[in-house]
């Protein structure tokens, strides 16, 4: 399954203007979050010809307006879709993901599969406060794990995936939400990660400045479209 980047904000001014979020197309058939500009998700699905009338399934990471904005446009035209959602999800989202016709799929704390090789790594929490899931893709090179915004933390996140399928983990992808974190912090997390062996990451949206020069100095970093 091909990973397909279609839209992502990551600079103060992108979050001032609202081109704030991140999107991803999975394979032909599976959207994972859905930004937070409605305006620019749209043109960039069809600048980058995706046919939304193929999704079957629609995966939000979080409730967070930057994940979420865009989805009402994708189900006007596509309703026939399955969206998953943490169970604690705000009832206010799930009832109107349910008003335009799409099947709501509630994720608890268990792992559960999309579709062959692409798995929810179930609902996590910090604190009790956010929840939120991140998927895992089995590859032929190993497993891709990516992520919304990683609120429960990068490092938790890994060895949840770690738990669930006892393989490598090849790439790492997402919003690594480290944007407000003090640099020892961000080199505490860097240091431990590089410890986990995971042969490339992607940082992208709230993963922050600091954070994401560090883990180009630290660690194996490419672009979503090298994976």
């Known amino acids: 399954m091909e990973i397909k ?8 001014w992108e979050r001032f ?9 999975i394979g ?14 749209m043109e960039n699905i069809k600048n ?4 939304i009338s193929k999704l079957k399934h629609i995966i939000i990471s979080h409730e967070h307006w930057d994940h979420t904005s865009g ?19 705000d009832k206010k989202i799930k009832a109107k993901i349910k008003s335009y016709g799409a099947e709501l799929v509630e994720i608890d704390g268990k792992d ?4 062959p090789g692409l798995f929810s790594l179930g609902e996590m929490t910090k604190n009790g406060i956010m929840y939120e899931q991140s998927v895992c893709m089995k590859t032929e090179k190993g497993l891709i794990v990516i992520t919304g915004c990683a609120h429960q933390g990068t490092l938790e996140i890994v060895n949840r995936t770690k738990q669930l399928f006892n393989e490598n983990i090849y790439a790492f992808v997402g919003g ?13 997390i860097v240091e431990k990660l590089k410890l986990e062996n995971i042969k490339y990451f ?5 993963t922050g400045k600091k954070a994401v020069e560090m883990f180009k100095s630290k660690l194996n970093c490419i672009s979503v479209n090298e994976i």
Not at 5 to 12: M, W
Not at 202 to 206: I, K, Q, T, W
């Open 5 to 12: 980047l279609i839209a992502e904000g990551s600079t103060k």
């Open 17 to 25: 203007i609202r081109h704030w979020g991140l999107s991803f197309l």
């Open 28 to 41: 032909e058939d599976v959207l994972f979050d859905a930004f937070g500009k409605p305006k620019t998700l």
């Open 48 to 51: 980058l010809n995706i046919d």
């Open 71 to 89: 989805l009402w446009n994708v189900l006007k035209i596509n309703n026939n879709v399955k969206v998953y959602v943490c169970k604690n999800t």
């Open 112 to 115: 559960y599969e999309i579709k």
């Open 176 to 188: 690594f939400h480290l944007k407000d974190s003090c640099l020892r912090d961000i080199t505490d």
């Open 202 to 206: 992607a940082p992208l949206h709230c």
